[in-house]
């Protein structure tokens, strides 16, 4: 009988802490989901995990040989295995977490943010198989990215490289979540796009049923069933969100020259409705030796798996390049 | 007698095509300069090229062994050792140059343009000497740059990365000569500095030793001088020139996170004048997580011989990495 080799992908959020058995072509064996319990230390999140690890794997024992762990999480450190004052999370300080799995495994362990490990998934089993350079963004409540530049994931001289979230659009703009005013993610993500629908609202005269939700209420979701009724301020939020978000990536352009952008995340599941805006602004701010060049790409892999592969990809990357 | 070898450094400039033996650490053996004549065919370029570099090498011969060719050129394609419609250069198309070069001297030959050869002479045998992170920066007639990432300079899918000069500050803002608007180059450069100036004279009301001199004259040296004797205009073009500078690259610090950004070129021989208000800027601009951690470092090489050492750097180490 064959034994297949797995690395197990954890992604922990500030809610649910998901993860699962990935083979090398990025199967998904088993998949699991715990509660983060984020007021918790780290050390009862990784006790828990563990345990439910080990049940998950006793049907398979035998047939699936476990060969080393990725974590994906926001604020961590590739460099040093570490979570450093994780903003979803009330773990203080500097979490050690590659030590604290190795407690349980005594296996290659790397730890990434989420966006990192999406742009290896992408690479190892997504829209980025084969390519040596290119940018994955995520649209979510913010805007994350990975940069990979000559087939290896940019972590720079702290491991912290990748925050084109908070590059500056209008530097008399828009409060951010980090403490800077008009970055990128306070206009290209979901929580940005419905602050373009309120600027919209308090500029535009038209109706709009976008009119009747409570700021607080309202998601990118509902702005894209809006603009797919026809809503007028939803269609030129959508737009408003493409062009500065197109234009911002013709710097990222101008930096690393890309094959590919891959957007995913909520807002990137609006589809041409964001995709469309977002690629002419990107043509009609590209420097002309790159016109035409770069992809704008969708995910390769089912949104709710790419957190999961990606932290397995973190690790079968690790295992890959020992094993050349 | 021992041997030392050493590789010839090329910086094919559109007046002067200057050239030099250099050892692995660094050191000049000998240099010569030629009119690049660049009217005519690039061949007859090298072939003067080539019976100089002879001339050079024949008093040497016995003591030196050439190991390689590096040439910095303008629009330059490392991926495909070609010269691609250089903007002062009369050669049409796409020149061959590795070619060229390989009818003389059957040897290892590399070409990327001006700022990443410069680079790879800071990591060499400059300010970037054990670095594996950082961004050189040079500020001549416009901004040309020079990504290192992981130890690896960032060429991107096609060979053209690091244009951080158009990446754009306002896209209403002023004309670039590549055809897009308001670029970082054209505030942020010897060329910029001067157009701010302009742009200083016309909106403020106060005496300046520089509304005697022509636009067409001014140089950012003038502008320097003037600053450096206490006038106001030309020490408010530093400052805001240093803004907007220091702004970009906290965007590019969020792209790569170097360990250093070194800054070269004639305008920043002005020193303290361009360094302090950029790296005001750079650290207001910076996400809180890089703050305090990127040193703005002038170049470690002696300025005429940056594109020189910069050339022969980019063969040294293609040299050292097949050594590997």
Same mark, same amino acid.
């Given at each position: ?6 690395? @197990? ?12 058995? *990935? ?13 983060? %319990? ?27 040989? +476990?060969? !080393? ?15 450093? %004052? ?7 300080? *500097? *979490? ?12 290659? *362990?790397?730890?990434? %943010? ?5 742009? +290896? ?11 040596? %350079? ?8 913010? @805007? ?28 008399? !703009? ?16 979901? /929580? ?8 919209? @609202? ?43 978000? /197109?234009?911002? +990536? ?75």
């Amino acid at each position: 009988m064959t034994v297949t080799d797995v690395t @197990l992908g954890v992604d922990i959020g500030g809610t649910n802490t998901k993860f699962g058995l *990935v083979d090398r072509g990025g199967k998904c064996i088993a998949e699991m989901s715990i509660a983060t %319990n984020a007021h918790e230390p780290a050390e009862n999140l990784i006790a828990r995990l563990h345990e439910k690890v080990e049940e998950m794997r006793r049907p398979l024992s035998g047939k699936y040989e +476990l060969r !080393g762990v990725g974590i994906g999480a926001p604020n961590a450190n590739y460099y040093r295995g570490t979570i450093e %004052n994780p903003p979803n999370l009330s773990w203080k300080g *500097v *979490v050690d977490m590659a030590a604290l799995i190795r407690k349980y495994y005594d296996l290659p *362990v790397a730890v990434t %943010n989420d966006a990192n490990a999406a742009a +290896l998934g992408e690479m190892l089993y997504g829209a980025a198989r084969g390519m040596k %350079n290119f940018i994955v963004i995520t649209l979510g409540t913010g @805007l994350g990215s990975g940069i990979v530049a000559g087939g290896e994931l940019v972590y720079g001289a702290d491991g912290f490289a990748g925050e084109i979230g908070h590059t500056t659009v209008d530097p008399e !703009g828009r409060e951010c979540g980090c403490g800077g005013r008009g970055h990128l993610e306070t206009y290209a993500s979901a /929580g940005g796009i419905c602050r373009t629908v309120s600027e919209l @609202l308090s500029v535009r005269r038209t109706e709009s049923e976008l009119r009747a939700i409570a700021p607080r209420d309202l998601t990118s979701m509902m702005i894209a069933g809006a603009a797919g009724r026809g809503d007028g301020i939803a269609k030129e939020a959508f737009e408003f969100t493409g062009r500065i978000l /197109g234009m911002k +990536l013709a710097d990222s352009v101008a930096h690393v020259s890309p094959e590919a952008i891959i957007l995913f995340g909520g807002l990137a599941a609006a589809g041409a409705l964001i995709f469309d805006p977002t690629k002419r602004s990107l043509e009609e701010y590209l420097l002309p030796i790159f016109r035409g060049k770069v992809q704008l790409l969708p995910s390769g892999l089912r949104e709710g798996d790419v957190a999961v592969l990606g932290a397995s990809a973190l690790i079968w990357n690790e295992i890959l390049k020992e094993r050349k």
